[in-house]
């Protein structure tokens, strides 16, 4: 059992280190991805300046996250394609436009939270 614990607990490291490399190289290497860090920066910084409901403030948090999330698997999607080959391609087109329209569709998200809470 005393194993068991062990090879889990080494996995759940491993997770948290290889997670932790990845925001560093998506930081690093990926312009959109400390733009939208900025962005989260400035929209936490005024949650706290401005009046709303702690789910409010819970929901444009988690929204901000959720926008650095899908930034980090649209990287991930374009950086595996351009992987496979850097030919331009009517598939990898498709692929890489969606990616970057649901990056898109999660800053309006963000944006449509903030203007409710403020309008409120």
Known sequence: MANYFTTEFKRITNRFILSGQGIALAWREEASFSQWVAVNAVSL??????????????????????????????????????HISLDIHPLAKKAKDTACAAVALTAVALAVVWVLVLLD
Not at 46 to 57: D, G, K, L, P, Y
Not at 68 to 82: F, K, R, S, Y
């Open 45 to 82: 910084g005024a949650v706290f300046f401005v009046e709303m409901t702690t789910a409010e403030r819970a929901l444009i948090i988690v929204m901000g996250i959720m926008l650095l999330v899908v930034e980090l698997l649209n990287t991930g999607i374009e950086t595996a394609i351009d």
